[in-house]
T-cell receptor
Framework: AQKITQTQPGMFVQEKEAVTLDCTYDTSDPSYGLFWYKQPSSGEMIFLIYQGSYDQQNATEGRYSLNFQKARKSANLVISASQLGDSAMYFC???????????????FGKGTMLLVSP | ETGVTQTPRHLVMGMTNKKSLKCEQHLGHNAMYWYKQSAKKPLELMFV???????ENNSVPSRFSPECPNSSHLFLHLHTLQPEDSALYLC???????????????FGPGTRLTVL
């Protein structure tokens, strides 16, 4: 089973509007971290925001916020006031505390392509 | 230089060539990673180094050979590659908290590799 599911292959939004990118995850570990990364066409994977499984409040970082619903196992990224430069691929990722090989791996979803139009 | 840098940014090589990818991090981290990103596939972890020691080899073919001379530098040596090895190769680094689920990885710009 997929650990990270991003059901939206592509999303369109107009400049200055807000957009939500969906992410659901699957884990039986009580301790885990959720990450969102942005990948422009240039290729670099840019870290945006982090949410820990025990964090009581939703994480925010500038125009980015994470809508964390633990019971639903969802960690949606909300981008407010979209800008043209937000057009990119967005990846949700999870890191669990459980170690099978002495190392806790970061598992990525397949990504959502966001296009911001003027 | 700041963050994580990778050279070259683009590489075209024949199947009989030998080449190396270089990664350098300027963040004072102790863990470094190689990932492969193929079209329409999730990011795949290839190798992990912590304090220069390899801690993970994700069943990667031997035609990929990593080297980590110190905590700031990571290389990926390539030889006799196949066309299906064409992909974006991303390097990342993080603090040495490999077992800590809060440990954030920071990525370089990647090397776009084409094998002819």
């Amino acid at each position: 089973a997929q650990k990270i599911t991003q059901t939206q292959p592509g999303m369109f939004v107009q400049e200055k509007e807000a957009v939500t990118l969906d992410c659901t995850y699957d884990t039986s570990d009580p301790s885990y971290g959720l990450f969102w990364y942005k990948q422009p066409s240039s290729g670099e994977m840019i870290f945006l925001i982090y949410q820990g499984s025990y964090d009581q409040q939703n994480a925010t970082e500038g125009r980015y916020s994470l809508n964390f619903q633990k019971a639903r196992k969802s960690a949606n990224l909300v981008i407010s006031a979209s800008q043209l430069g937000d057009s990119a691929m967005y990846f949700c990722a999870m890191r669990e505390a459980t170690m099978n090989s002495g190392y806790s791996t970061l598992t990525f979803g397949k990504g959502t392509m966001l296009l911001v139009s003027p | 230089e700041t963050g994580v840098t990778q050279t070259p940014r683009h590489l075209v090589m024949g199947m009989t060539n030998k080449k190396s990818l270089k990664c350098e991090q300027h963040l004072g981290h102790n863990a470094m990673y190689w990932y492969k990103q193929s079209a329409k596939k999730p990011l795949e972890l290839m190798f992990v180094y912590n304090f220069k020691e390899q801690t993970e080899n994700n069943s990667v073919p031997s035609r990929f050979s990593p080297e980590c001379p110190n905590s700031s530098h990571l290389f990926l040596h390539l030889h006799t590659l196949q066309p299906e090895d064409s992909a974006l190769y991303l390097c990342a680094s993080s603090q040495d908290k490999l077992a800590d689920y809060t440990d954030t990885q920071y990525f370089g710009p990647g090397t776009r590799l084409t094998v002819l």
